[in-house]
């Protein structure tokens, strides 16, 4: 009869007899949790007509032209203006919605200001969703040179999955991922 043993204190047996220790199989328990950078784009667009809203309201915008678009399916945000302060303006309110929305910022990058139709200044700002390749591996190197007790990492398409048998070292492994600064904005999900 073989046994297993499911946890420190619960122990499957079909039936009741005495237990020799090659008997038991003690299954390794592997806790992990995944690293993401998610978007709720639903979320940046309701900050968006938020945005668009106060824009329309605002005296310094009386006039001017002012223009915000989202395309989800490139991932950009494009901004025209009619000229640098007021594309600086209104980033500045786009990001202040994004925030009061929960929407991380730091996932937008912002690119440089072009000349746009009409005498107006465009600037697109690419969203990035999950986990870059360059930013996967600098976390997997990262978790490396912390050298935690059986710590492993693994890049599984746009997000990275960390695995331990001890949930202290899982932990740990949080702590020290938030108090570094990637670029992006880490999530951590799906911790079991």
Do not use: C
Request: glycine letters at 6%; aromatic letters at 6%.
């Amino acid at each position: 009869m073989q046994l297993f043993l499911l946890s420190a204190d619960i122990l499957l047996q079909e039936e009741v007899e005495f237990l020799e220790p090659e008997d038991i199989d003690v299954m390794a328990a592997t806790l992990s949790f995944d690293i993401t950078s998610p978007i709720d784009f639903q979320e940046v667009d309701n900050a968006l007509n938020q945005a668009r809203k106060e824009v329309g309201q605002r005296y310094d915008f009386k006039g001017a032209k002012a223009d915000i678009d989202l395309n989800t399916t490139d991932k950009t945000l494009t901004l025209v203006a009619a000229d640098e302060f007021k594309i600086n303006a209104l980033w500045e309110i786009v990001q202040l919605r994004l925030v009061r929305r929960g929407v991380p910022v730091k996932n937008f990058k912002v690119g440089t200001s072009g000349p746009a139709a009409g005498g107006t200044i465009r600037r697109v700002i690419t969203i990035q969703q999950g986990i870059p390749i360059e930013t996967a591996r600098e976390i997997v190197k990262y978790i490396k040179d912390k050298k935690l007790k059986k710590v492993q990492a693994s890049i599984q398409g746009d997000q990275v999955r960390v695995t331990s048998p001890s949930k202290d070292d899982l932990q740990e492994a949080m702590r020290q991922l938030r108090e570094h600064d990637f670029g992006v904005a880490l999530s951590f999900g799906n911790y079991r």
